[in-house]
C-alpha cells in the first residue's frame, strides 16, 4: 500500500467516523465505492468521492474544516462540496429529494434528475477492518455504464472499464479480477 493510498484510507475512517458522530449521512460512490463492495483496494484513486445530503453539506463543510480541511478553490460548493488536505482530495456530490420523496441529484445542471432506486440502501462496505457505507453495486454498475452516454464528450476511461468488469462479476458471482 503506498502513502497516498493509506491517506486515502484514513481520510474515509475520518470522514465515516466524524459524520456519524455528527448524524450526517455520507455515502462512497466512484471507484472507492467498488473497493469496498470487493473488499480489497483494486487500483490507485486520484480522490475519494462521496454522496451527501444538500441540506448536510454546510455542517459537514465545517466539522471538517475542523480537521484540517479546506475547500478546493477548483469547484464552487454550490454544486458540490470538495476539501483538500494535503494532497488528499475529497469530492462530496449533493443529494436532495423531489415533492415525491425520490433521491435526486441535488445540484449542478443535473439537479431534480432521479437518481438509481435503492441506490442508498446497500449494506456497508468493507476494507480490512474498515467499513463504510457505499451506494448499491447495481448503481455503481449504471453509473459506469452511462457516464459516456450522459457525457459524450467524456469517452469511457479504461479504468471505467476495467471497474465494470470487476462489479459485474461481483454481482455475478465470479471471483473480481
Known amino acids: 500500500m503506498d502513502g497516498l493510498e493509506q491517506r486515502q484510507l484514513d481520510a474515509i475512517r475520518d470522514v465515516v467516523d466524524l459524520a456519524g458522530a455528527a448524524g450526517i449521512e455520507v455515502w462512497l460512490r466512484g471507484g472507492w465505492a467498488m473497493d469496498f463492495h470487493l473488499g480489497t483496494v483494486r487500483r490507485p484513486h486520484v480522490d ?12 459537514l463543510a465545517a466539522r471538517l474544516g475542523g480537521q ?18 494535503g494532497d488528499v482530495e475529497l469530492s462530496f456530490a449533493y443529494l436532495d429529494r423531489d415533492p415525491a ?5 441535488g445540484a449542478g445542471p443535473w439537479a431534480g434528475t432521479p ?19 457505499v451506494i ?35 454481482v455475478d458471482g465470479r471471483p473480481p479480477s
Do not use: N
Open 48 to 59: 475519494v468521492d462521496w454522496y451527501c445530503w444538500r441540506h448536510d453539506a454546510d455542517r
Open 68 to 85: 484540517g480541511w479546506r475547500p478546493d478553490p477548483r469547484m464552487p460548493a454550490t454544486k458540490q462540496l470538495d476539501l483538500l488536505r
Open 101 to 105: 420523496g425520490r433521491v435526486v441529484v
Open 115 to 133: 437518481l438509481p432506486d435503492g441506490m442508498l440502501d446497500a449494506p456497508q462496505g468493507r476494507i480490512g477492518a474498515l467499513a463504510a457505507p
Open 136 to 170: 448499491s453495486v447495481t448503481a455503481q454498475i449504471e453509473f459506469k455504464e452511462m457516464f459516456p452516454v450522459w457525457m459524450p464528450e467524456r469517452p469511457r476511461r479504461a479504468k471505467d472499464a476495467a471497474d465494470l468488469v470487476r462489479l459485474q462479476a461481483s
